[in-house]
């Protein structure tokens, strides 16, 4: 009878990627189309798909007119930071996205949010994703498949961040009587 391994197998790593796409790719037709499909591109590329967001429409930003459909996907991979990004680049360019193309219409942007193992940082990449925090159409479909996964940096849930970011301002009076020209007080 020989003696079972001593070694036991890491877990894979967990991340949160977000999905992204405003422009009609050839093949595959609409945004929300694009998004299914770069979800099944990710499995045959060491990425293993275990939970995904509903997906939802939102407002550009930047120059872009067109609204985009949004996603979050939960993928375990034995992948590093770093070797996940390379992965995430080669789909977007096989589907079409260029360098250089910040804030433009795009078929397909991915994005890493956040990483079991924590914070990352290097120079091409930064984990959390450093404006997912003030993104509606990041945290919504997150909260829906992951809503206690924390923050590393802001030690807050998902769904704590959602709340922080929808919840209702005061309104400055006298920035708002500024900008319309007016003073306080009067």
Request: net charge positive; aromatic share 4%.
């Amino acid at each position: 009878m020989r003696d079972a391994p001593s070694h036991v197998p890491e877990p894979l790593a967990l991340y949160a990627i977000g999905l992204g796409s405003n422009r009609r790719h050839a093949r595959h037709g609409d945004p929300r189309r694009v998004l299914l499909a770069a979800l099944a591109a990710m499995e045959g590329v060491g990425i293993e798909p275990v939970d995904a967001s509903p997906i939802i429409a939102s407002a550009p930003l930047g120059p872009s007119r067109r609204r985009y459909a949004n996603a979050v996907a939960l993928v375990a991979s034995p992948l590093n930071p770093p070797e996940m990004l390379d992965r995430l680049k080669a789909i977007e360019a096989a589907f079409g996205r260029r360098k250089g193309q910040r804030w433009s219409a795009r078929t397909l942007d991915l994005d890493i949010l956040l990483w079991s193992g924590g914070a990352w940082s290097d120079a091409a990449l930064t984990i959390p994703h450093p404006e997912m925090a003030r993104r509606l159409f990041v945290l919504r479909p997150l909260t829906t498949i992951a809503p206690h996964w924390r923050h590393p940096l802001a030690q807050h849930s998902i769904r704590q961040l959602l709340r922080r970011l929808e919840r209702p301002r005061p309104i400055d009076r006298k920035t708002q009587a500024h900008a319309a020209g007016g003073r306080s007080g009067d």
